[in-house]
Structure formats: C-alpha cells, structure tokens
C-alpha cells in the first residue's frame, strides 16, 4: 500500500493485516510518501505490516516507532538470530521462505522459537513479488504446527482452491499483485469480493 486514499478504501474492507513495503529496490516503496498520520484513520483492529529485506536491525526499530508498527515481515535472507534478535525486543515476526517442494519446510523449524508465523511464496531470483504460485499441494507435507500464510500469485479466482486446504497451521493468505490496478494500487472492488468470499464460505465449512 502507497496511496493514501487506496490505503482508506482497503481498510473500510477490515482486512486483518495491511503491509507497507520498506524495501528501497521494490516499486511499491512506501517509506518516501507514507505519512505515519494516515493510520489514526484506519478502523480499529486492523494491524500494520512492514515489510524488510536483509534491513539492520535499528532500522527496523526506528522504522516501527515512526509508522507505529505491529509487526514485521522478513522477506530476504535474514537468520534465526536476527529473528531472536527482533523477537527478544517484544517485536512480532513472520518469517518468509522461497518454497519449491517440501524440503524447504526443513529449514523453518530453527526459526519457530523465534517468530510469530511464517510465510510461504513461491521461489524465485526476486526477494518475493513475483507473482507466481508454488504447488500449494506441498502444504500437506509441513508438520511443523507452527502457523503460516500463503503468498505468492493468489488470484480472485483462487477463493475455492485456498478454501480447501486443509492444512490446521494454515493461519491466512497474503494478496499483492493480482489485485492491483498498478503496482502498489489494490483494485478495492475485487478485493471486496474475494475478502467477502474467503470469510463467508469460510463460516459455511
């Protein structure tokens, strides 16, 4: 999210998360015109995500006191200390991982002690936006019980697919570039429906 009226539009949807790319190298790069102010006017509830790519850690900690963060999102190669580091000074962590087939989950389990949840998207030579989708039938091969969200290429046709995994750590989904107009731009009318799916199918299993 960038612009500050398409910022008021999605949160009148109450999404759960809404995340703010910190990632200079990204083309949805919030920090130069993100003004800390717009979040009064978000709905109660609604928490905030930056995101960050191999960043330092007093960046990232001065980065969350200007924008009032709720919690971070490590999207590069960052490692279980950096996440110890971040959990030990009370802040909240999910933890991206590039997946191509079930062997990655391996490399989670050093990270539970330090992260709130986990992040799966799909590997590529770009630290996540690509787009792309990984073979989500991988997702019943992870047994590490600790919760996750799914990214990478979901799309709004995509709804009854993400319904039926039945993973139990299957925590929520990450939506980015298939429900934007332009880059860092959410099309509110189709994010409407599919959020409105997601939920009200959901009630019904």
């Known amino acids: ?67 009032s963060l ?4 490590l999207h590069g190669d960052e490692s279980s200390e950096t996440c110890r580091r971040l959990s030990g000074a009370g802040i909240h962590v999910i933890k991206s991982f590039n997946i191509k087939d079930s062997t990655g989950f391996k490399l989670c389990a050093k990270y539970i002690p330090y992260t709130d949840y986990f992040l799966f998207d799909a590997s590529t030579s770009k630290y996540g936006g690509s787009g792309k989708k990984f073979d989500w039938k991988i997702l019943d091969n992870y047994e590490l019980n600790h919760p996750f969200f ?23 989904i990450d939506l980015n570039s298939k429900f934007e107009i332009k880059e860092g731009i959410k099309d509110v009318k189709i994010l409407k429906k599919f959020i409105y799916d997601i939920r009200n199918k959901n009630k019904s299993l």
């Open 1 to 67: 999210m960038r612009e500050p009226e398409n910022m008021l539009e999605v949160a009148d949807l109450e999404p759960d998360l809404m995340g703010f790319i910190f990632y200079p190298a990204s083309p949805r790069y919030a920090a130069k015109i993100l003004n800390p102010k717009i979040f009064t006017r978000f709905l109660p509830g609604i928490k905030k995500a930056g995101v960050f790519v191999n960043t330092g850690f007093d960046e990232i900690n001065e980065t969350i006191r200007k924008y």
């Open 70 to 73: 709720d919690i971070v999102q």
């Open 150 to 172: 799914l990214s990478g290429g979901i799309a709004p046709k995509d709804a009854n697919n993400i319904l039926e995994i039945t993973n139990p750590a299957f925590y929520g």
